[in-house]
């Protein structure tokens, strides 16, 4: 991770909490990675990430009651809004950096922008992402607070998800990295809570978390699954 990525991912940050924006998403996506390392500080745990994407879930209904203009807010940062698909998702575009909006897919889902008028972008609706706002902690960051996925949602997630990309290098990398967290999480002494939060997922999600621990045959994790 590159020391001016990093610190411009902090700048961002800085600005969505000043307007207190923060208090009402979630970070998802790789960018969690080394924002974990706080609460991994005494289990092993590498937090490098090689990624342009920042990943923000709006919960639906969303309760962000301030109306603040994102792309106007990092524009004298460098960044610029571009259109990601035909559907014309709002993403905000940067050298170092992408920024998206994300809410999570409900009934039979669609394939349209879902408007984010308070906030001047709109965001993609996928599937899975409840699972991810269910179980959160609070991390700070300089002055401020960060809201995260657990570590266990967003590993057992990863190993949901990475079955359906496309892309085999970076299905390998989201499993990779989610080993790697199950396993710092075991260092850590909560293998309980990773029992726990695969207990809560519906068994068709179980099944496809085991599938693909079962591929990297990753014995002590499947045995605390068990």
Known sequence: ?????????????????KDRILDNIVLIGSWCI??????????????????????????????????????????DLGFVIGFKGPQGYIRLEHPKLFIEFLVPEKGKGTDKPYPLPKLGVNAVALRFLNFLSENI?????????????????FALHKLIVFQRRIEKDRAIKDRNIAISILQALIDKGEGNI???????VPQK???????GLEETKEKAILDILK
């Open 205 to 211: 999600w179980q099944k496809r978390i085991v599938k």
């Open 34 to 75: 080394p924002f974990y390392k706080e609460y991994f500080a005494k289990a092993k745990y590498i937090h490098s990430i090689k990624t342009r994407d920042i990943d923000f879930l709006i919960p639906v209904p969303s309760r962000i009651q301030k109306k603040v203009d994102i792309p106007k807010l990092v524009k």
């Open 137 to 153: 902690i609070k991390v700070k960051v300089e002055d401020f607070y960060l809201t995260l996925p657990h570590p266990a949602n």
């Open 194 to 200: 990773i029992n726990k939060v695969f207990g809560s």
């Open 1 to 17: 991770m590159e020391k001016k990525q990093y610190e411009l991912c902090l700048e961002v940050l800085r600005r969505l909490s």
